[in-house]
């Protein structure tokens, strides 16, 4: 092995790892608020076919004037929407999934039909208030992404979507935020909100829900 070899080795190696660390960076970066939403998510109007798709089948029976909701996007999994809303004078916890994943199969004619499955919660008006103000605190807070081209492999999207009276809904997004993040915070209250759902009778972890969405929301004050 000669001495030039060695020597451009060391050099590919350490311009790699420098791009690496660029990278990583960069997302660190972007992980700290959200982007744009793409208009197809963010509003009711027509999109492309895919996310037409999923604002049609995981939107059914859902208000478009919400105080939080967020559209999660996994690359395989099955898609679903987490929806806060107030019905009646009771605050709930809307979850919309279905049996398998839309973007994969949505061309296919001879896929199986999407069966959309609900669960809902009631939730305490002080959560509801809380999560409708991180919501829109974070959205907010949105930025245009730097121009530089992101390395994305397979992920999960979170669409971020609220209504403000006076204003309408607006809308932000994220992608597979780094672990750690404020974004990626953000996302793990998602996850918690589908537990929600799934266990109503958990006012433990409602209490618990409070309480990160109360810290998050002081976090995203901070300068």
């Not at 793409?38 to 939107?59: D, I, M, N």
């Not at 199986?112 to 605190?137: C, D, G």
């Not at 929600?196 to 209490?207: H, M, S």
Request: glycine letters at 4%.
């Amino acid at each position: 092995m000669t001495n030039e070899y060695c020597r451009f080795t060391r050099r590919l190696a350490s311009a790699v790892l420098f791009g690496l660390l660029s990278y990583t960076s960069y997302a660190q970066h972007q992980d700290s608020h959200l982007v744009p939403a793409r208009a197809a998510l963010s509003t009711w109007a027509h999109g492309t076919e895919y996310y037409a798709e999923v604002r049609k089948v995981l939107g059914a029976g859902l208000s478009s004037n919400a105080l939080a909701q967020v559209v999660v996007l996994p690359s395989f999994e099955p898609e679903y929407i987490v929806s806060v809303e107030k019905q009646n004078g009771r605050y709930l916890l809307l979850y919309n999934t279905v049996q398998r994943n839309l973007h994969s199969s949505f061309r296919d004619e001879k896929a199986e039909k999407a069966v959309l499955h609900t669960r809902r919660a009631e939730i305490s008006p002080e959560l509801a208030t809380a999560l409708a103000r991180l919501w829109n605190r974070a959205i907010q807070q949105v930025r245009y992404p730097e121009p530089l081209v992101s390395m994305r492999s397979d992920g999960v999207s979170f669409v971020f979507m609220a209504f403000q009276a006076g204003v309408g809904e607006r809308a932000g997004e994220t992608w597979s935020p780094a672990a750690g993040s404020t974004m990626a915070l953000l996302t793990g209250i998602v996850t918690d909100l589908k537990e929600v759902a799934l266990a109503p009778q958990n006012k433990e972890l409602q209490q618990r829900l409070l309480h990160y969405a109360d810290l998050l929301d002081k976090q995203l004050q901070v300068p």
